[in-house]
């Protein structure tokens, strides 16, 4: 991360409740829009967004669906190991025939998770029911046998579920939560952690920096000539809460989608002289990974981990609507790409100092 961008950030700025519980709309939060080739900044509400935008530029939003992606589950190491040991897995990326998970031990008496070791050939035996298909045969108890530690990512585990497809997903609603950390208040449902477009279920978290849109502030945007795409990218674990290897940043591999009518879209946005505007990184990832040199974006599915930086030359994307980032989160880095670090910088003292609410229940970034 740059060393400009390091900063100090409150416990009272960090957003621990949806802003529903706070008594506000979703699109009632604050948005702080930074323009790219000044630095200056100005302050709104969020469903004030289209003082910023103007007829002809394209919103590109990400449609992932957020899983309930914390499970409890035992750690079977078989007979002579003593026993299974309880945990909590929590997903972290989907591949075509097996995930990558994380395995957290029980809560510690400062309410942490140690990380626990597994083994291949381990498996995870899971609390749910057994029950009807979506096919309607009966189904086994979950499970998950561990295949192997990932290649370049501590602490998480490559493991293949007892089922697939809809029946895994039926599942996992089932029995998991969404995954949340130290400073959430309280233990909120799955519905807080969607966006209303929300359609391809795939995410271990929520793509959060679309959640402050509501159906009648994007329907006000489209009467004001904005068009809005959609693309898909399954987003991955944002932390592991291992502090050095956080600090590492390291960049999961994440499935991605770009449908023909959102790669039209774009390219015709940017041949009349539209803005493309991301709603979140994952968007920019996506479109990023995809682009030609001339900016050119082609409908396509696969993963990415594509990882932006600072001199990184935007080719697809103009403007990025995101949250506001802790201080040693890699998203600052990306951010970089759109706004030199000085100007990032004076946008996130400006934030601080305003009172700003961070995280994926806070406040609004448009850098445009």
Not at 257 to 268: C, E, F, H, L
Not at 288 to 307: F, K
Request: no cysteine.
């Amino acid at each position: 991360m740059l060393e400009e961008l390091q900063f100090d950030l409150p416990e009272h700025l960090e957003a621990g409740l949806p802003p529903e519980a706070r008594g506000l709309r979703r699109d009632h939060v604050r948005l702080m829009g930074t323009d790219r080739a000044t630095g200056h900044t100005v302050h709104a509400r969020f469903d004030q967004i289209g003082r910023f935008l103007r007829q002809g530029d394209l919103l590109v939003t990400n449609d992932s669906r957020t899983l309930p992606a914390a499970l409890p589950a035992f750690l079977d190491r078989g007979r002579a190991a003593g026993g299974a040991q309880p945990v909590e897995v929590r997903l972290a990326h989907r591949h075509k025939r097996s995930w990558t998970v994380l395995l957290k031990g029980e809560p510690g008496p400062d309410g942490r998770r140690a990380e626990v070791v597994a083994e291949p050939g381990d498996r995870l035996l899971f609390l749910t029911s057994p029950g009807p298909t979506s096919l309607g045969s009966p189904s086994a108890p979950l499970e998950a046998l561990v295949l192997a530690p990932h290649p370049y990512l501590p602490f998480l585990w490559q493991v293949r579920f007892n089922r697939l497809g809809s029946d895994l997903l039926e599942a996992i609603h089932q029995l998991g939560r969404p995954v949340r950390y130290s400073y959430a208040q309280g233990a909120w449902d799955l519905d807080y952690y969607q966006t209303v477009y929300a359609t391809t279920p795939g995410s271990a978290e929520m793509p959060s920096a679309g959640r402050a849109f509501t159906w009648e502030l994007l329907l006000g945007l489209r009467a004001q000539g904005i068009g809005l795409a959609f693309i898909t990218l399954h987003t991955g674990l944002s932390a592991f809460q291992v502090p050095d290897i956080d600090r590492l940043h390291l960049v999961g591999e994440e499935e991605y989608s770009i449908p023909p009518a959102t790669a039209d879209a774009v390219n015709r946005t940017r041949s009349l002289g539209g803005r493309v505007v991301a709603v979140g990184t994952t968007v920019v990832r996506t479109l990023e990974t995809v682009a030609g040199e001339d900016g050119q974006v082609a409908a396509r599915s696969g993963w990415t981990r594509l990882r932006l930086t600072p001199d990184h030359r935007l080719r697809a994307v103009d403007g990025l609507l995101s949250g506001l980032h802790e201080p040693e989160a890699s998203h600052l880095d990306m951010l970089a790409a759109f706004l030199a670090p000085q100007p990032l910088r004076r946008a996130y003292d400006e934030a601080l100092a305003q009172g700003y609410l961070w995280h994926e229940f806070g406040d609004e970034h448009l850098i445009l």
